[in-house]
């Protein structure tokens, strides 16, 4: 797909310092066609605990370039903060208002940018951009559920009330996962599964990179995580049991930690290493470190049917991978180890690392990179037009 005006909404900022899925398909939409990303505005009480001023109500936009054809919109206008509204009545007058002001901004960009025909792709923004379609009257409304927000406490009081009807005005819904495919069904028959997108070029040549000067000390074997710790995904019990139970291999866990993580034994133990956040562009030095890259998913709603980004890039740099068997993992079990309790786990990390080889390092690189953002990007445009011609 060319020369298109694509409109897109979501719940990241872009400045956004961990991987995105929004961000990185803007990029991609962005090679071929015109693109405005649009930050989140910000709500009343974020920015009372942020000490800015509270309206600004400037008339002006901000609108920057990114690229020859990308531009990021940050709203100035403040919003109020609704969620905790307990009122349903309430709530809707309020969110219509936010959509309102939200909507005016956009549209100032729309008219400087002479976006015309536009495509409106809606990444999961369940609350600001409900009377979007009506309000921005796009060419094409697309829904993009990427995580089963529904399983999360902030979006359950309106959510669940909410997002059935946001799918069921979508000319289409695309979705990362076939579990969150047949939820999406549900709401709306037109929902497909487009695939994941990785950024394959980033981690497929970590053999020329420098060891970083944090891990360098630690001893080997390493197994190692890299993303986000947080309670609510993560099973700190197993962490804890791989760290016990193999006390000669080191743990080494990066990523920002919750208060569950900041609070477990794991900062007692003496083969646990906790690096913090990095930089993206450094993440695949960490990895080339490792001796095995793991994902100890818990299984709940949250992460059950969820896409697993970090296998991609754990497989595109070839590295051995053990992870929680789920539903969206069945598609990676002949290239990942799949561990259903604590003794699956011990087995399989030293599986892992006993038997590599180059020619299965080769083998996870080649599958990984069919998981491309461009190839994402391809099934998207292959819906968009499968629906605009329907119309």
Same mark, same amino acid.
């Given at each position: ?161 909410? #997002?059935?009807?946001?799918?069921? !005005?979508?000319?289409? &819904? =695309?979705? /990362?996962?076939?579990? @969150?495919? $047949? ?98 562009? #450094?993440?695949?030095?960490?990895? !080339?470190?490792?001796? &095995? =890259?793991? /994902?100890?998913?818990? @299984?709940? $709603? ?90």
């Amino acid at each position: 797909m060319k020369n298109r005006d694509i409109l897109i909404t979501g719940l990241q900022s872009w400045e956004i310092g961990i991987g995105s899925n929004c961000k990185n398909l803007a990029i991609e939409f962005s090679k071929n066609n015109r693109v405005i990303y649009v930050n989140p505005p910000t709500d009343r009480i974020t920015k009372i605990k942020g000490d800015k001023p509270l309206n600004t109500n400037s008339e002006s936009i901000q609108l920057e370039q990114k690229s020859e054809n990308l531009w990021v919109l940050t709203p100035q206008k403040t919003i109020e903060s609704i969620n905790k509204i307990p009122s349903t009545f309430l709530f809707n007058i309020l969110n219509k208002r936010n959509n309102k002001i939200f909507a005016s901004e956009i549209k100032q960009a729309i008219e400087i940018l002479k976006f015309s025909d536009f495509i409106h792709f809606c990444d999961s923004d369940i609350f600001r951009s409900f009377y979007l379609k009506e309000l921005l009257n796009p060419s094409l409304f697309i829904y993009y559920s990427r995580d089963n927000l529904l399983a999360v406490d902030y979006w359950k009081r309106h959510g669940k009330r909410l #997002e059935p009807k946001l799918m069921a !005005k979508a000319d289409f &819904v =695309a979705t /990362n996962s076939l579990y @969150l495919e $047949e939820l999406a069904k549900k709401h709306n028959p037109k929902s497909h599964f487009v695939g994941q997108g990785c950024d394959i070029d980033a981690y497929s040549n970590i053999e020329k990179l420098t060891i970083p000067n944090d891990l360098k000390a630690i001893p080997r074997p390493v197994i190692g995580y890299i993303g986000a710790l947080k309670s609510i995904r993560l099973d700190i019990n197993i962490l804890e049991q791989i760290a016990s139970k193999l006390p000669y291999y080191s743990l080494v866990l990066i990523g920002s930690e919750d208060k569950k993580f900041k609070d477990s034994d794991l900062h007692h133990l003496k083969n646990v290493y906790f690096l913090g956040s990095k930089p993206m562009e #450094e993440l695949p030095a960490y990895l !080339k470190s490792f001796d &095995v =890259a793991i /994902n100890p998913q818990l @299984l709940n $709603e949250v992460t059950v049917g969820n896409y697993p980004r970090k296998i991609d890039e754990y497989l595109a740099s070839g590295k051995p991978v053990v992870a929680t068997k789920t539903i969206a993992m069945e598609l990676f079990k002949d290239y990942v180890f799949l561990a259903e309790n604590t003794d699956e786990w011990f087995k399989n990390i030293k599986l892992a690392i006993a038997n590599n080889s180059e020619q299965l390092e080769k083998d996870r690189k080649e599958f990984a990179s069919i998981h491309s953002w461009e190839n994402n990007a391809t099934e998207i445009y292959k819906k968009i037009e499968h629906y605009e011609i329907g119309k």
